[in-house]
């Protein structure tokens, strides 16, 4: 089977030279680098929303950027992937519905029982300013299970989280794991490297 | 359309039903008023002629259209330079929707506000108009709705191109400049001023003689669409940079 994630080359000099690697099907592969080292912007390559000075990447065999490399993929950026002015509930049921590809209004329940088992029901009703940061960052990880992608790549996914929090963000992550290729790009001391299938250096 | 077709269009009406877009629509009835005192008072002191019954209706329209193109103008540059500047707006093309409507749905999605409130507001002035028998309503209508269409085409050129400030201020200089434009020697001085300056101002005086402007309002179409097309193909670019 061809690696759903594959990157050959990847070089945004002077911080990465040459990065290359590959994630399969029902792996996790934590990607480790400190602040500044160019995870952030290899994220936005990976998503097709920026160049890259040199690359061979391939989501799911596809270009990143071309509908292929997006439809079946879950990118989940450090700023959260909200609009400030527009209600939590209707932007995450406007994404499940896209993720899922079917109308926003078949997708309402189970948006609704997802944040009352999460506990944020009381909340979502709310615009992403009035949340905290952990509740912004559960929000973020909630189209990863409530679709089944083939392809989730996360950009530090537990940076808000607390030390109490971390298993619910985990709870969030892991089960993906078994019908999707993960990439999360994360700093040393991240819980997530416990659960990693494979950690490399950037 | 689709949800990977209408998610930016049913965004960005979300955003733009917030208080912060509609709110400077509020200034129409106020500026309105204001206008149409002034227009009475000049009138009546002999400074613009005496207008009959038509006239008077093509003004009241007109001033209406140049009023919401003036704030539609203004709120469009925020609105995009805020928009297309956004990390959010970025992250959201990692989502299964076109790219291409990352500049068609927030663009329509503004068309369509601005619409409705020209139809508010000149629904509101015709309504405070006397019956007048045989005259051209939709020609008028028509005619006058063209500045409202270049607004939002500019705005979203000068949102992409220039902080909203900038643009704003750009474009209020860009429409008193159109403005200048209903002064007949202006023209006179030089011809080819009629096709590189929007003639706002001059489809007023054109109307104001009506039937007639339909050059000039489909000069002022041409600009829209060269705005548009400008920005469409800036906004690929820009999407596409390191």
Redesign the interface.
Same mark, same amino acid.
């Given at each position: 089977m061809a690696p759903y994630i594959s990157i050959g080359g990847y070089s945004d000099p002077p911080r990465i030279p040459h990065l290359s690697f590959e994630v399969n099907h029902s792996e996790l592969v934590a990607l480790v680098g400190g602040p500044g080292s160019g995870k952030s912007d290899l994220m936005k390559c990976l998503?097709?929303?920026?160049?890259?000075?040199r690359d061979s990447i391939r989501i799911l065999g596809a270009e990143p950027?071309s509908?292929r490399s997006?439809?079946r993929?879950i990118?989940v !950026?450090q %700023? !959260? %992937?909200?609009? =400030?002015?527009?209600l939590i509930r209707?932007?995450l049921e406007?994404?499940i519905?896209?993720?899922r590809?079917v =109308?926003?209004r078949k997708v309402k329940d189970d948006v609704h029982d997802w944040c009352e088992r999460m506990e944020l029901l009381d909340v979502y009703m709310n615009y992403p300013g009035k949340l905290n940061l952990l509740q912004l960052q559960l929000f973020s990880l909630a189209p990863v299970s409530l679709t089944s992608p083939l392809v989730v790549i996360l950009d530090e996914p537990l940076r808000n989280v607390s030390d109490s929090s971390v298993d619910v963000a985990l709870s969030l992550i892991l089960p993906a794991v078994e019908n999707a290729a993960v990439l999360a790009l994360v700093q040393k001391m991240s819980p997530l490297l416990e659960k990693a299938d494979r950690i490399m250096d950037i | 359309m689709n949800g990977r077709m209408s998610f930016h269009y049913k965004s960005s009406i979300l955003l733009l039903l917030r208080t912060r877009w509609v709110g400077p629509y509020l200034l129409l009835p106020p500026m309105l008023a204001f206008m149409v005192y002034a227009e009475a008072y000049l009138s009546a002191q002999g400074v613009t002629g005496i207008f009959d019954m038509e006239q008077r209706t093509v003004l009241a329209i007109w001033n209406a259209s140049l009023l919401l193109t003036l704030i539609a103008g203004v709120n469009s540059c925020l609105f995009f330079s805020r928009l297309w500047g956004s990390f959010w707006f970025r992250n959201s093309l990692s989502l299964p929707v076109s790219r291409a409507s990352g500049f068609w749905g927030p663009f329509l999605a503004a068309l369509s506000v601005v619409t409705i409130m020209y139809l508010l507001t000149t629904g509101a002035v015709i309504a405070a108009l006397p019956d007048i028998d045989q005259f051209p309503w939709l020609q008028v209508l028509a005619e006058l709705y063209v500045p409202v269409i270049w607004a939002v085409s500019a705005g979203a050129l000068l949102g992409l191109i220039t902080s909203g400030t900038a643009g704003s201020l750009f474009f209020v200089t860009l429409m008193l400049f159109g403005f200048l434009t209903s002064i007949p020697s202006f023209f006179a001085s030089s011809a080819w001023l009629q096709v590189v300056v929007p003639p706002v101002g001059r489809i007023m005086t054109l109307c104001l003689v009506y039937p007639s402007g339909l050059i000039q309002a489909v000069i002022l179409l041409v600009h829209s669409v060269v705005a548009v097309t400008l920005g469409r193909l800036l906004y690929s670019v820009g999407m596409k940079r390191r």
């Open positions: 998503a097709g929303i920026r160049r890259p000075v950027g509908m997006r439809e993929s990118f !950026f %700023n !959260f %992937n909200y609009a =400030p002015d527009i209707t932007q406007q994404r519905s896209l993720l590809g =109308p926003s | -």
